[in-house]
């Protein structure tokens, strides 16, 4: 009896054995700490998503403009019944497929004087991944794609000191370069009325009133949280007068707003004012950026 008991156990001692050595490897993966663990704990953690931005809803842009504004940026002609002059304030209504994101109205003004139109549109912009940018960083990046369409500068210091500084020292051996050879007095001879002609031209060809830097395209300070003033003058035609249009983009928080007032004279040979034309518009945008802010 002996012997066999001792032939059963050499049998079943390995196999019980191994089964330990299984178990205890098994534990070791599943309770430990090593590479085994899958613990989402202890992953890294996510950012929290940005809260939606401030306006949920657009206005109504044909009823956006006040009455009285209206009349003063599109007067009406006197022959106009009093229905149509109801209709031309009512304005039109542009197509729009989500009233929440973009909508917009225009206005359209003839007078013997001149044709006027007008032009507001409002565009809210949603971020669809507010834990990358938050709504108003996606507007920002909207109202920079259209400040840098109209080659208008971006807000902040600008590097025009150093090429500045930089010009006199390049120009310095340009001048100095022709006395070294042998035909000084050659060169020397037009290059001295050089400086007088462009000192002459301002004098005898005045620019245009866009072209002055005060009245030109520019970016607007406190104009909601930024914003920009776009002029354009129209080419002149044989038998059609310029036109002038200024045309204002402002944002507020994850709202772009767009102003575009455009005047042009009924006969050739006459201008629309810059400073009249883009005060009528900047109120309007003033305006515009209050009633976001009630």
Same mark, same amino acid.
Request: aromatic share 4%; proline share 11%; with cysteine.
């Given at each position: @009896?002996?012997?066999? =008991? %001792?032939?059963?156990?050499?049998?079943?001692? +390995?196999?019980?054995? @191994?089964?330990?050595?299984?178990?205890?490897?098994?534990? #070791?993966?599943?309770?430990?700490?090593?590479?085994?663990?899958?613990?989402?704990?202890?992953?890294?953690?996510?950012?929290?998503?940005?809260?939606?931005?401030?306006?949920?809803?657009? !206005?109504?842009?044909?009823?956006?403009?006040?009455?009285? *504004?209206?009349?003063? @940026?599109? !007067?009406?002609?006197?022959?106009?019944?009093?229905?149509?002059?109801?209709?031309?304030?009512?304005?039109?209504?542009? &197509?729009?497929?989500?009233?929440?994101?973009?909508?917009?109205? =225009?206005?359209?003004?003839?007078?013997?004087?001149?044709?006027?139109?007008?032009?507001? %549109?409002?565009?809210?912009?949603?971020?669809?991944?507010?834990?990358?940018?938050?709504?108003?960083?996606?507007?920002?990046?909207?109202?920079?794609? *259209?400040?840098?369409?109209?080659?208008?500068?971006?807000?902040?210091? %600008?590097?025009?000191?150093? $090429?500045?500084?930089?010009?006199?020292?390049?120009?310095?051996?340009?001048?100095?370069?022709?006395?070294?050879?042998?035909?000084? &007095?050659?060169?020397?001879? $037009?290059?001295? !009325?050089?400086?007088?002609?462009?000192?002459?031209?301002?004098?005898?060809? $005045? !620019?245009? +009133?866009?072209?002055?830097?005060?009245?030109?395209? =520019?970016?607007? /300070? #406190?104009?909601?949280? /930024?914003?920009?003033?776009?002029?354009?003058?129209?080419?002149?035609?044989?038998?059609?007068?310029?036109?002038?249009?200024?045309?204002?983009?402002?944002?507020?928080?994850?709202?772009?707003?767009?102003? /575009?007032?455009?005047?042009? $004279?009924?006969? +050739?040979? *006459?201008?629309?004012?810059?400073?009249?034309?883009?005060?009528?518009?900047?109120?309007?945008?003033?305006?515009?950026?209050?009633?976001?802010?009630?």
């Amino acid at each position: @009896m002996d012997v066999e =008991r %001792t032939r059963v156990r050499r049998r079943f001692l +390995p196999g019980i054995a @191994m089964l330990t050595a299984l178990v205890a490897g098994a534990t #070791g993966c599943t309770s430990g700490s090593g590479i085994g663990t899958s613990d989402p704990k202890n992953g890294g953690s996510t950012a929290a998503p940005a809260q939606p931005g401030k306006y949920r809803s657009l !206005p109504q842009p044909c009823k956006a403009v006040d009455g009285k *504004r209206l009349r003063a @940026m599109l !007067p009406a002609s006197d022959s106009l019944t009093t229905e149509q002059r109801e209709q031309l304030y009512a304005g039109t209504a542009e &197509p729009s497929y989500d009233a929440d994101r973009h909508v917009g109205c =225009r206005w359209n003004a003839q007078t013997p004087e001149a044709t006027l139109l007008l032009s507001v %549109t409002f565009e809210r912009v949603v971020s669809y991944d507010r834990a990358a940018a938050s709504d108003d960083d996606k507007a920002r990046q909207v109202y920079v794609r *259209r400040l840098t369409d109209a080659h208008l500068p971006f807000p902040g210091p %600008t590097a025009s000191p150093t $090429p500045a500084a930089g010009a006199p020292a390049s120009t310095a051996p340009a001048v100095s370069a022709p006395p070294a050879a042998g035909t000084g &007095p050659a060169p020397g001879t $037009p290059e001295a !009325p050089a400086p007088s002609a462009p000192s002459s031209a301002p004098s005898s060809a $005045p !620019p245009s +009133p866009s072209a002055s830097p005060e009245l030109g395209s =520019r970016v607007l /300070e #406190g104009l909601g949280s /930024e914003g920009f003033l776009d002029d354009k003058l129209g080419a002149a035609g044989a038998t059609a007068a310029q036109a002038r249009t200024v045309r204002i983009v402002f944002r507020t928080s994850n709202v772009i707003v767009t102003v /575009e007032y455009s005047v042009q $004279p009924s006969g +050739p040979g *006459r201008v629309p004012p810059a400073t009249e034309t883009q005060d009528k518009a900047r109120q309007l945008a003033e305006a515009l950026a209050e009633r976001f802010n009630e």
